[in-house]
């Protein structure tokens, strides 16, 4: 590319998204919003126990530190002049909590993912704290139930449980964070005069944070007994945090000097990419989990039909706060990458297309993935993923499109909630991420929902967003988000192929097993992660008793044995 087409590009926008998976680094043109380079890291993740789902912080930092310096070096291959990039956008999966040492730059333990479930008892614990167990009851304050997804209890868990960070708290050198503070903080200096911020997005799903006055709650943390100074700096969406600084360790520096300037929870970064700014605007992001996202603009509106209220975005200092209403799905993508490590019957997450479409049904078999218990709008811990309806017939392609139709089911009952809570049916739905690649999963949820599903041609909306609030940010100031300056979408249109009698009776199948998944498991025995049969004393003492009389009547048959031999001799 010739110099002078290098200054057409104009100014250029980063953003890091760090998911639950994968961490990429992308980079867009601020006038066109066209996707120039990226790379991508997968992230592993650990499950020490049953329910425990854990990531290691530096690893994380690490990926995003990689994923930097690869897409620079790709940019400079294209002849792209990587000083062009003048701000970074951060989106991240939320609720995934960090403690990490100050002092050192160090985090005192792994990275508790949201979907992680050892938390129960923690649950359980500070609800007999809540006058008649009300999970809803700081509803009104945080728009959320009491949960193990959300960070409080999380770091609940953390301060009971490791020494190292009570330790840490009781010194003053315990910091706290979602994976936006951790990176932000690093990214800026770490120990080394690093900024400790987050935004209103992710503040909003720790159950710490008051929805109404944008602030830490003293209340709430009392309740939770979490002290407040190891929190984050709350901000706005779109604000300058802090300056990019070279990572020594790494030797990694190319964009040293850059502002973060964006930073949004990757579901409200996503409603910001597909530009989802009016009231009544809705999205649905097909990731590791599934969330539907609905805009209620600036008033928060409560379901009563088990969503979330949540914030949606402030894109600056002095704009206005955004709400919406939010269905999590805990287990989308997850299911699949479940076929291709666990049961092994995939040996890529993209050839679980090509099976369901071979099927082409399920033939009556129904999957209910509710290896978390099951989210909105049921809230139900106790929930194990389950597949029924299996013949001899079913095969490996059958079980592959009923998990591809399983997360469509949950997306029909997300929707169905969200319809019901706003008074006014969504008549198309608009969808990103990772699985909207796959065509016979984006057929399949047209069919299920009966109106057309709506993909844009550019997926990566979650990046985009974060871009787009860092490239507006005050002093920054090079992407506009005025309706009228947005760059026009195109668009793959996918319209309903079934009757919708049949798309009914197929989601009543569903439902139906939805019911038997329900109340597998006590909290005891997931808060501990001990799955032993021994754990259950009934069964326990049963199964002792049954050896001990194996053993005796072995015991007994030896010696019968003896004595008809005794008898032959003697006679």
């Known amino acids: 590319m010739a110099a002078s ?10 953003s890091i998204d760090q998911g639950t998976s994968s961490t990429r680094f992308l980079v867009f043109n601020a006038k066109t919003s066209e996707l120039l380079s990226h790379h991508q890291v997968e992230i592993v993740q650990k499950f020490p126990k049953e329910g425990w789902v854990e990531q290691d912080p530096k690893e994380i930092l690490n990926s995003v530190h990689e994923c930097v310096e690869k897409t620079c070096e790709k940019l400079q291959q294209l002849n792209i002049d990587i000083t062009n990039i003048k701000a970074i956008g951060v989106s991240n999966q939320r609720e995934t909590t960090v403690v990490w040492d100050k002092t050192t730059g160090e985090p005192l333990y792994n990275a508790i993912v949201w979907l992680d479930l ?23 304050r945080t728009g959320l139930p009491l949960s193990t997804y959300f960070s409080a209890v999380k770091l609940r868990w953390l301060l009971d449980n490791v020494e190292e960070i009570k330790q840490a708290v009781g010194d003053g050198r315990a910091m706290f964070g979602t994976i936006d503070s951790w990176l932000i903080w690093s990214l800026t ?21 008051n929805i109404h006055s944008l602030e830490w709650d003293p209340e709430l943390c009392q ?7 190891i929190l984050p700096k709350v901000r706005s969406s779109s604000e300058i945090y802090g300056l990019m600084k ?20 990757d579901q409200s970064a996503a409603l910001v990419g597909q530009m989802c700014f009016q009231d009544g605007q809705a999205k649905n992001t097909y990731g590791t989990g599934c969330f539907l996202l609905c805009n209620t603009g600036q008033k928060s509106v409560f379901s ?100 591809l139709e399983a997360v469509c089911f949950q997306t029909r009952e997300l929707l169905d909630a969200i319809n019901k809570d706003c008074g006014v049916p969504l008549n198309q739905l608009q969808v990103d991420g990772g699985m909207t690649n796959n065509k016979v999963l984006m057929q399949l949820q047209s069919d299920i929902l009966c109106i057309p599903v709506v993909k844009p041609s550019m997926p990566e909306t979650t990046a985009l967003g974060a871009a787009m609030a860092a490239g507006a940010a005050e002093g920054v100031g090079i992407w506009s988000l005025n309706p009228g300056d947005l760059t026009a979408v195109t668009c793959e249109r996918f319209e309903p192929q079934i009757n919708p009698e049949e798309s009914e009776f197929r989601f009543a199948r569903w439902k139906k097993a939805v019911m038997k998944s329900m109340d597998w498991v006590t909290s005891d025995i997931s808060s501990n992660g001990d799955s032993s049969i021994f754990s259950s004393l009934p069964l326990g003492l049963y199964i002792m008793s049954s050896m001990i009389m194996l053993i005796g009547a072995k015991y007994i048959s030896v010696i019968s044995l003896v004595g008809l031999k005794i008898e032959s001799t003697e006679d």
């Open 189 to 209: 200096g770490g120990k080394n005069g690093g900024v400790h911020c987050t935004d209103v997005t992710n503040a909003s799903r720790t159950m710490l944070f």
């Open 118 to 140: 050892r938390t129960q008892a923690t649950v359980d614990r500070l609800l007999k704290k809540i006058p008649g167990k009300n999970k809803s009851f700081f509803k009104f």
């Open 246 to 265: 070279i990572c020594p360790s790494l030797k990694s520096g190319a964009l040293t000097g850059v502002p973060i300037s964006g930073c949004l929870g």
């Open 5 to 14: 087409n290098r200054m057409m590009l104009g100014p250029l926008v980063g």
């Open 223 to 229: 309740f939770f007994d979490i002290p407040m100074e």
């Open 304 to 403: 009563e039909h088990g969503l979330l209220t949540t914030i949606a975005y402030k894109l600056g200092r002095d704009k206005p706060v955004c709400y919406a209403l939010e269905g999590s799905v805990a287990i989308a993508g997850a299911v699949v990458r479940w076929l291709r490590d666990n049961l092994g019957i995939l040996k890529t997450s993209q050839e679980v297309e090509k099976l369901a479409a071979e099927a082409g049904t399920s033939y009556g078999c129904y999957f209910v993935p509710a290896f978390s218990g099951l989210y909105a709008p049921y809230w139900e811990p106790s929930a194990r993923g389950i597949i029924c309806g299996l013949t001899q017939f079913t095969n490996k392609n059958h079980i592959a499109f009923a998990a």
